[in-house]
């Protein structure tokens, strides 16, 4: 289902594509930000890289390269400047990282260091929950190091607002429950795995 979240998603990921902005998405679970992501990061030039708690700066740089076709060895330095290197001669690239939440203050500055030496020519998404804005403020309200130059570097936010109740009355009616007093009961559900949830369990109710 095409929602307004998902179509927001890609206009900001052509946004930070054409004017090489870095952007910051937020939104709670279940808002479909990881399945809009990875159907976006379909396009050439595109890499999709999701962050989970053992990612190091080596792993993910590594991760990158072998992302981009590029075969190299070397320190995080002579890494992290081949990438830049490969992105500043493609057309129209695209960074998004997922779960931003869990990068690390080395992985936050590896990135700051990425930023700084493609933002001519590349463009960035940050995705995570709620949390992840939140918690680059609390890094820069204690004066973490590096932290208030890379919330700087975040050109603009977007959180997603979940599902309208048109948006959800559709997907209801696509699903076979086209009863208003029915639909009234899913009506709060604005997210769209939790709406999926329970529809799947009203459907083996019913079956």
Known sequence: FQTSDCTSVFELCANATLKQRM???TGNIGMRKTTSLTAYAK?????YYYIDGT???RVFLKDLL?????QFEGNLNAMLSKIAEELNTQSDPLVILDEC??????????????RDKTMLN????????????????????????GYAEFYRRINMWHE????STEEIAFILSENGITDKDEQREFRKLNRFGDLMNEINLHKSVSA
């Open 55 to 57: 990612v190091t700066p």
């Open 43 to 47: 396009r050439k030039n595109v890499y």
């Open 122 to 145: 590349c463009g960035f998404v940050l995705a995570g929950m709620p949390d992840f804005k939140n918690n680059l403020i609390k890094q820069v309200n204690r004066g973490t190091t």
């Open 101 to 114: 939440a869990k990068l690390s203050d080395k992985m936050m500055l590896v990135l700051h260091s990425l």
């Open 160 to 163: 997603l607002k979940g599902l």
């Open 66 to 70: 072998r992302m981009m076709g590029v």
């Open 23 to 25: 952007i910051g998405l």
